[in-house]
């Protein structure tokens, strides 16, 4: 079946534009995560969602960064007023459940460089 | 706070070696561990999970070992191939998850860059 679809896969951007990355999950998974991994640097938890629960946001680095997820359906992660640093690869994943014993899919990631 | 390290940070061989990547884990307390394959542009690929409970994962020419008590995992690859050349990503998953918590995420490290040469 279809695995874990993001858009776009390149973003390139101004400093101080608004960006918007998109995700689409494996088909009946309930979990959805996103990652960022900067040059150099591990992936890092930025937010996760199960189900209609309220999202866990505790790895989002600042307030400029939010997402939304509609369901178990598509969600987006938003950027506003990108800055230089926020250059990287954002990876999105999701699981089954939520349970520690669900593997995570990994998507393709979508690369965003800020100018 | 769990923190995973990999050693070395890049690795070059001569194709057909075999080779020993490392994985360090402060905190013992894992669910499990696995270890993935970056590609550029081309997401994780997810190559062994190893449960807290096992010792070792095989697949094909790579296998896995965990030894939870001293925080180590290596990835080894039999008779190494150019198609081998990626990153490897290391990743643990937290024991203790509380429902809405963030220790449901994984734990990754900074990753090995290997390179195979022909």
């Known amino acids: 079946g279809a695995g874990v679809s993001q858009s776009p896969s390149n973003k390139v951007t101004e400093k101080g534009k608004d960006v918007e990355l998109r995700c689409d999950p494996i088909s009946g998974h309930t979990a959805l995560y996103w990652y960022r991994q900067r040059l150099g640097q591990g992936l890092e938890f930025l937010i996760y969602f199960q189900g209609n629960s309220a999202p866990d946001k505790s790895g989002l680095p600042s307030d400029r960064f939010s997402a939304e997820r509609t369901g178990e359906s598509v969600s987006t992660l938003t950027i506003q007023r990108t800055q230089q640093e926020d250059s990287a690869v954002y990876l999105c994943?999701?699981?089954?459940?939520?349970?520690?014993?669900?593997?995570?899919?990994f998507g393709p990631g979508t690369r965003l460089t800020v100018l | 706070k769990q923190e995973v390290t990999q050693i070395p940070a890049a690795l070059s061989v001569p194709e057909g070696e075999n080779l020993v990547l490392n994985c360090s884990f402060t905190?013992?307390?894992?669910?499990?561990l696995q270890w993935f394959r970056q590609d550029p542009g081309k997401g994780l690929t997810s190559l062994l999970l190893?449960?807290?409970?096992?010792r070792e994962q095989t697949s094909g020419r790579l296998n896995a070992s965990l030894d939870k008590s001293s925080g180590r995992s290596t990835l080894y690859i039999a008779a190494s191939q150019p198609g081998d050349s990626a990153t490897y990503l290391c990743?643990?998953?937290?024991?203790?998850?509380?429902?809405?918590?963030?220790?449901?995420?994984?734990?990754f490290g900074k990753g090995t860059k290997l390179s195979v040469k022909p």
């Open positions: 994943a999701s699981s089954l459940t939520s349970g520690i014993w669900d593997e995570q899919f």
């Open positions: 905190d013992s307390a894992i669910y499990n």
């Open positions: 990743a643990v998953r937290l024991l203790n998850m509380n429902y809405g918590g963030s220790q449901g995420n994984l734990i």
């Open positions: 190893i449960q807290s409970s096992q």
